[in-house]
């Protein structure tokens, strides 16, 4: 009986220690928080991309110390520093309020999802945290994994004098004369034709302002693509994995317009934030009558 008695004390002073009977705390320290909208980031494949924001963090009592600022999923799992990482710089204090500058870097690796900045600070006993949402678009590691094996997919592509199509959406490797491209001009990643007498990639966005005559030039959607071309003696045909094409990407230098040649592989960072590896397989005629047979390794 005795020792029943003792379970059922013991018992009982648990539950007076939960509800903090045994040890009342009455104060009034609390923390609020004031943190920057981030909304929506997008993933690109070509590097790192940086968001960054103020919080501002005030104790009621006393200036709060900030514990700790941390990448989130919605669903509260880690993130990996090599996906999306975050930094802040050491608080400065005004009165009770602090304030620092929070960076937040999304890299290649990242994925499409739904995420959470979420900052944590204390002030006297009052500990306290803050959530602010942000979605990243870009990259679908559903259907596409980091390190993917890309498809391969040939086209034909003719300068402005060829009854070819003279424009590329590089991520499906599509060619399209020019009423097609104008349908599709939000896709269209490129335009092939000779211009200054060379054969040239341009953006859309360049051969509007640049190339006489381009249909590019009416239209609402202008894609400002970019490319790098390989070094000499880089073979098209083993560059079948993302790695490799943005390895290329990341060590090169990105312009708007690029000479074309024979065997030349040109990587070209599409509208979806995607570089593409494109090789020149053949090449016939000439001038604005040349025609390009392309080879291109895409997602
Ligand atoms: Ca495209």
Redesign the pocket.
């Known amino acids: 009986m005795k020792k029943v008695l003792a379970i059922i004390a013991s018992g009982l002073m648990v539950a007076f220690v939960g509800c903090g009977l045994l040890n009342p705390t009455t104060n009034d320290d609390s923390v609020t928080f004031t943190v920057g909208a981030i909304d929506s980031l997008t993933i690109s494949q070509a590097g790192n991309q940086t968001k960054t924001i103020t919080a501002t963090i005030k104790g009621e009592n006393e200036a709060p110390t900030l514990s700790s600022v941390a990448i989130k999923t919605s669903a509260d799992a880690a993130v990996a520093t090599t996906a999306i990482d975050v930094s802040y710089s050491s608080p400065t204090t005004s009165g009770k309020e602090i304030t620092t500058t929070i960076t937040i870097t999304v890299k290649p690796a990242a994925c499409n999802g739904n995420y959470k900045l979420v900052v944590s600070a204390t002030s006297g006993s009052a500990t306290s945290s803050q959530e602010t949402a942000f979605k990243l678009v870009g990259h679908d590691c559903g259907a596409v994994a980091v390190d993917t094996v890309l498809t391969s997919t040939t086209a034909t592509l003719g300068a402005q004098g060829s009854s070819n199509g003279s424009f590329l ?4 490797m599509t060619a399209y004369l020019s009423s097609a491209a104008t349908t599709h001009q939000a ?3 490129l335009q092939f034709g000779s211009y200054s007498s060379n054969p040239t990639f341009m953006s859309p966005q360049f051969a509007a302002a640049n190339f006489t005559g381009s249909v590019a030039a009416n239209w609402t959607t202008k ?1 400002a693509t970019t490319f790098v071309k390989a070094p000499s003696g880089t073979s098209i045909n083993n560059l079948d994995s993302l790695s490799e094409v943005r390895a290329i990407w990341n060590a090169g230098t990105a312009a708007d317009n690029v000479t074309v040649a024979l065997n030349d592989v040109i990587i070209c960072l ?3 934030g995607y570089p593409v590896a494109i090789g020149i397989t053949a090449v016939s005629g000439t001038g604005s009558s040349m025609d390009l047979t392309v080879k291109g390794y895409h997602r």
Do not use: K, W
């Open positions: 959406d590089a991520d499906a896709d269209v990643d894609n599409t509208n979806q």
